[in-house]
């Protein structure tokens, strides 16, 4: 058994279907009288007593992989980026100087980060990609004009040219599909900027290989409104209303969730 086949065995990390992709323990637990778990989504910015951190050696692992995938991501650009594999991600290291090649220790961090439980610092979504190198085919997206976003072919980009047609020009795509590579590293970014809290970070965004921006959802805002579309603000605004009432509004993420994850209202769900 190799490396990576053990630690995906070991780590248990494919959740059972029930209760909404929650497994039956991890709602239990969610739900027991006096948990703090609704008040850890809603203040989800913030660090709580039992959330679980990286160790100082750790962190320093943490720091090198971001910058390093930040230079890929300069070499190759982002809207590649959303599309990179977690092998050819090392390639670029091996054969740019710029990048650098990935230490063992590096490797080995990252595929921890991966295969680990993500329940066990608060995410209770289902695991979307089941190995650290599967791959996003090139032939089944395509990119979306002015966006430098790429969609999944079929339903996806149909349910994006319908949002367009219907709300015209103050819609944006805001984010599309995301490759192992992209989602690592937005992963990471968010527990470097948290100094480490992978139950904070995981209270964000999705972890490495959960996100269904792998399988096909997007993320849409208001035209020139930038970061506020990633915020609860959106729910506010006329393109969301908008949205609702046309029925897209099928949210990932909503209000009160039992996976783990802040309300969303700017997902998309399509799968």
């Known amino acids: 058994m190799d490396k990576r086949q053990f630690l995906k065995t070991a780590g248990g990390i494919l959740i059972s279907a029930s209760a ?17 778990y609704f ?6 910015n913030a660090d709580h007593a039992d959330d679980i951190r ?23 650009g982002h809207g590649n980026f959303a ?23 590096e490797i080995d961090f990252l595929e921890d980060i991966f295969y680990r439980d993500a329940a066990r610092y608060g995410f209770y979504g289902e695991k979307v990609l089941s190995g650290l190198t ?23 980009l149909v349910t994006y040219e319908e949002i367009r047609k219907k709300l ?3 819609v944006v795509l805001t984010s599309g599909v995301r490759g192992m590579a992209k989602q690592m590293y937005l992963f990471l970014a968010k527990a470097q900027r948290t100094k480490g809290n992978l139950s904070r970070a995981s209270r964000s965004l999705a972890p490495p290989g959960y996100s269904f921006h ?11 409104w930038g970061i506020r579309n990633f915020s609860t603000d959106f729910a506010k605004t006329d393109v ?32």
């Open 134 to 156: 599967d791959g996003v085919p090139s032939r089944s997206s395509t990119k979306v004009r002015r966006t430098g976003q790429y969609l999944f072919k079929g339903t996806p």
């Open 214 to 224: 792998a399988a096909g959802d997007f993320d849409v805002g208001k035209r020139g």
């Open 39 to 44: 008040n850890k989504l809603r203040n989800f």
């Open 240 to 271: 969301f209303k908008k949205l609702v009432d046309l029925g897209y509004a099928r949210l990932r993420y909503p209000k009160d969730n039992l996976l783990g994850v802040r309300y969303e209202p700017w997902h998309i769900k399509v799968i």
């Open 83 to 105: 599309l990179l594999g977690f092998d050819k991600m090392l390639r670029f290291g091996r054969n740019y100087s710029k990048v650098g090649r990935f230490t063992r220790r």
């Open 168 to 170: 015209g020009k103050d």
């Open 54 to 76: 990286l160790s100082p050696a750790q962190m320093v692992i943490l720091n090198s992989v971001v910058a390093r995938m930040r230079r890929v991501r300069g070499i190759i």
């Open 20 to 36: 909404g992709g929650v497994s039956t323990s991890a709602y239990a637990l969610i739900c027991r009288p006096g948990d703090t």
